[in-house]
């Protein structure tokens, strides 16, 4: 059977107007207060109904920094964002967007113009089946065939992206819809009614306590906390029980932030890159306790070596990734704040893990993340990276694309507040983390945002500068600059040989110039000292900033994990 779920309550007062007013009018009753859009022919009646009830609208110079923004948004405010496109190409522009989202677990709503209902399907002037093409990266999405369904889609829209396991809806609007009259009541139900749309929130009560026991006896326990502790809001009753029970805990990769990365039971990031002791804790843990990850391959490496000796619990409120990749002894489908708040609720008694936590204490203090500096080589990114942790204390807001400059930032900045660390994960988008920063920075003006990008990625959207300036976001940019596409450049050195296919970049814009042509401040560090007075300057100022920051090229991501490896077959690993 299905269930009712209360949402929020709509105006009694009739709508009036077309489609487009009342999709607008829609979106305030769902508290939209920020809107990333890019206008264009099959939208113009929605962009003319927000002239007349206005919404903010953050203009994007291209529709790829609109949804970008949206994820950082989403990401930071735990609100789902939303995106408007026009038809064919600027629909098709949101697509890596989408996958992004649908990846990482990211909440939008996707609103794409579309030639009108008559002519779909005879190749009109810019149409493109945006259903077809997104059905297979999207939660779900809708075609408005009837303007009277507005309002019923636009909440059911919401409700499913920012609710389970959150995801992107896209919902497809033809012209002629949006301009048609609206001439109904405004529908006074208060509750939505999926019955294909269930999620499962609450835990089985025997898994729970199938967990307790294996927990209570475990001699090596060890906590694996994903992405879905954030989406769950639940990084308190996280922190609360590892204290309580003394686990230690590792991070994936978009699980960083959940647990504060000082804290004395945090091993590190596990994975590819992810730590010495992290990594050796899950080969040598006898229960794994999986909060919202998802075991995708560049946390796990050889799957036919991960965690050997351990009895996994998976808890992740999508049944789907349950026994997907990793053998589950114990599956719990539920929120991961109310799985762990009827943990905490159970009265048990704590695993020993005196002799297990010295024996992982050893392993940082033997084997901690390590580099090699040398004035003559130049800035080494590590340093970098250091460098803005030590000047902000952790409390910043990062992002990064992915690559090389994405994994010295998730290694060494070390996070003192959940919802602070903005990555493309699943999908490793490169020219994510700039527009992304946009978003974050909207949804926590008050709070710094640090953007760290390599010089490939950035190139892909720095045409999003241009909204610093007219947005006044104080958003600092910190190119680590080793012109080459440097993960792309360590693996043709690891595995192909130092053949350097395409991968070093032997022509650059001049990034200060960039920078100044946009009417921002502009700074170039080459070597450690220029970096501390110009990190600290731009830093302290409540203008937006570019640092190109050049850094050795030839410098590699260690310890890491090859493809087909173990976890225990790490290379690049101190003391070994």
Same mark, same amino acid.
């Given at each position: 059977?299905?269930?009712?779920?209360?949402?929020?309550?709509?105006?009694?007062?009739?709508?009036?107007?077309?489609?487009?007013?009342?999709?607008?009018q829609?979106?305030?009753?769902?508290?939209?207060?920020?809107?990333?859009?890019?206008p264009?022919?099959?939208? $113009?009646?929605?962009? @003319?109904?927000?002239?007349?009830?206005?919404?903010?609208?953050?203009?994007?110079?291209h529709?790829?920094?609109?949804?970008?923004?949206?994820?950082?948004?989403?990401?930071? +405010?735990?609100?789902?964002?939303?995106?408007?496109?026009?038809?064919?190409?600027?629909?098709?522009?949101l697509?890596?967007?989408?996958?992004?989202?649908?990846?990482?677990?990211?909440?939008?709503?996707?609103?794409?113009?579309?030639?009108?209902?008559?002519?779909?399907?005879?190749?009109?002037?810019?149409?493109?089946?945006?259903?077809?093409?997104?059905?297979?990266?999207?939660?779900?999405?809708?075609?408005?065939?009837n303007?009277?369904?507005?309002?019923?889609?636009?909440?059911?829209?919401?409700?499913?992206?920012?609710?389970?396991?959150?995801?992107?809806?896209?919902?497809?609007?033809?012209?002629?819809?949006?301009?048609?009259?609206?001439?109904?009541?405004?529908?006074?139900?208060?509750?939505?009614?999926?019955?294909?749309?269930?999620?499962?929130?609450?835990?089985?009560?025997?898994?729970?306590?199938?967990?307790?026991?294996?927990?209570?006896?475990?001699?090596?326990?060890?906590?694996?906390?994903?992405?879905? &502790?954030?989406?769950?809001?639940?990084t308190?009753?996280?922190?609360?029980?590892?204290?309580?029970?003394?686990?230690?805990?590792?991070?994936?990769?978009?699980?960083?932030?959940?647990?504060?990365? +000082?804290h004395?039971?945090?091993?590190?990031?596990?994975?590819?890159?992810? %730590?010495y002791?992290?990594?050796?804790?899950?080969?040598?843990? @006898?229960?794994l306790?999986?909060?919202?990850?998802?075991? @995708?391959?560049?946390?796990?490496?050889?799957?036919?070596?991960?965690?050997p000796?351990?009895?996994?619990?998976?808890?992740?409120?999508?049944?789907?990734?349950?026994?997907?990749?990793?053998?589950?002894?114990?599956p719990? &489908?539920?929120?991961?704040?109310?799985?762990?708040?009827?943990?905490?609720?159970?009265?048990?008694? +704590?695993?020993?893990?005196?002799?297990?936590?010295?024996?992982?204490?050893?392993?940082?203090?033997?084997?901690?993340?390590h580099?090699?500096?040398?004035?003559?080589?130049?800035?080494?990114?590590?340093?970098?990276?250091? $460098?803005?942790?030590?000047?902000?204390?952790?409390?910043?807001?990062? %992002? %990064?694309?992915?690559?090389?400059?994405?994994?010295?930032?998730?290694?060494?900045?070390?996070?003192?507040?959940?919802?602070?660390?903005?990555?493309?994960?699943?999908?490793?988008?490169?020219?994510?983390?700039?527009?992304?920063?946009?978003?974050?920075?909207?949804?926590?003006?008050?709070?710094?945002?640090? +953007?760290?990008?390599?010089?490939?990625?950035?190139?892909?959207?720095?045409?999003?500068?241009?909204? $610093?300036?007219?947005?006044?976001?104080?958003?600092?940019?910190?190119?680590?600059?080793?012109?080459?596409?440097?993960?792309?450049?360590?693996?043709?050195? %690891?595995?192909?040989?130092?053949?350097?296919?395409?991968?070093?970049?032997?022509?650059?814009?001049?990034?200060?110039?960039?920078?100044?042509?946009?009417?921002?401040?502009?700074?170039?560090?080459?070597?450690?000292?220029?970096?501390?007075k &110009?990190?600290?300057?731009?830093?302290?100022?409540?203008?937006?900033?570019?640092?190109?920051?050049?850094?050795?090229?030839?410098?590699?991501?260690?310890?890491?994990?090859?493809p087909?490896?173990?976890?225990?077959?790490?290379?690049?690993?101190?003391?070994e």
């Open positions: 059977m299905g269930v009712n779920v209360e949402v929020r309550e709509v105006t009694k007062q009739k709508l009036k107007g077309s489609g487009a007013d009342v999709l607008i829609s979106l305030k009753e769902q508290g939209v207060d920020v809107i990333f859009g890019y264009g022919g099959a939208v $113009l009646p929605i962009y @003319d109904a927000l002239h007349r009830n206005p919404i903010r609208h953050v203009l994007a110079r529709e790829q920094g609109a949804i970008h923004a949206a994820e950082g948004y989403a990401r930071v +405010s735990g609100k789902t964002g939303v995106v408007i496109a026009t038809s064919g190409p600027g629909a098709t522009n697509v890596t967007g989408i996958a992004d989202a649908m990846l990482d677990s990211l909440p939008l709503v996707v609103f794409t113009g579309q030639v009108a209902s008559t002519v779909i399907g005879t190749d009109a002037f810019q149409e493109a089946d945006i259903i077809g093409i997104t059905q297979p990266i999207t939660k779900h999405n809708y075609q408005v065939k303007v009277e369904d507005f309002p019923r889609i636009i909440k059911e829209a919401f409700y499913i992206a920012s609710t389970g396991r959150p995801g992107p809806v896209v919902v497809d609007i033809p012209k002629d819809i949006s301009t048609e009259m609206f001439l109904t009541d405004f529908p006074q139900d208060k509750a939505i009614h999926l019955p294909g749309y269930q999620p499962t929130t609450n835990p089985n009560y025997l898994q729970i306590q199938k967990a307790i026991e294996a927990l209570s006896t475990a001699k090596k326990p060890l906590i694996l906390a994903g992405a879905g &502790v954030l989406a769950a809001q639940a308190k009753e996280l922190q609360i029980f590892v204290e309580r029970h003394q686990i230690p805990v590792t991070n994936t990769l978009l699980g960083l932030g959940s647990i504060g990365g +000082s004395k039971l945090f091993l590190g990031m596990a994975g590819m890159h992810g %730590t002791t992290a990594n050796t804790a899950i080969c040598e843990c @006898d229960v306790l999986n909060i919202g990850a998802r075991f @995708d391959d560049r946390l796990t490496g050889n799957l036919a070596s991960f965690a000796n351990a009895k996994v619990i998976h808890i992740d409120i999508d049944p789907a990734e349950i026994g997907k990749n990793v053998p589950t002894a114990i719990i &489908v539920a929120d991961a704040k109310e799985a762990l708040r009827e943990l905490l609720n159970q009265s048990f008694e +704590s695993p020993d893990t005196i002799d297990w936590l010295q024996h992982l204490s050893a392993n940082i203090v033997e084997y901690p993340l580099y090699k500096a040398d004035k003559e080589r130049g800035i080494l990114p590590q340093q970098a990276v250091e $460098l803005i942790h030590r000047l902000t204390g952790g409390d910043a807001v990062v %992002t %990064t694309d992915v690559g090389q400059h994405q994994m010295w930032t998730a290694q060494y900045y070390k996070f003192n507040h959940p919802h602070n660390w903005v990555t493309s994960g699943g999908l490793g988008t490169m020219g994510f983390g700039f527009p992304a920063a946009i978003g974050a920075q909207l949804a926590k003006p008050n709070d710094m945002v640090i +953007s760290v990008v390599g010089d490939a990625g950035f190139q892909m959207t720095l045409q999003e500068l241009s909204l $610093l300036q007219e947005l006044r976001l104080p958003v600092k940019v910190v190119i680590l600059n080793n012109q080459s596409l440097g993960m792309v450049r360590q693996w043709q050195e %690891t595995f192909y040989e130092e053949r350097y296919s395409q991968s070093l970049i032997h022509v650059q814009p001049d990034f200060v110039k960039l920078a100044q042509a946009y009417d921002i401040q502009g700074y170039k560090v080459e070597t450690m000292e220029e970096a501390e &110009v990190f600290a300057e731009a830093f302290a100022s409540t203008e937006p900033a570019l640092i190109d920051c050049r850094v050795v090229q030839m410098e590699n991501v260690y310890p890491m994990v090859a087909g490896k173990g976890l225990d077959e790490m290379i690049g690993v101190k003391g």
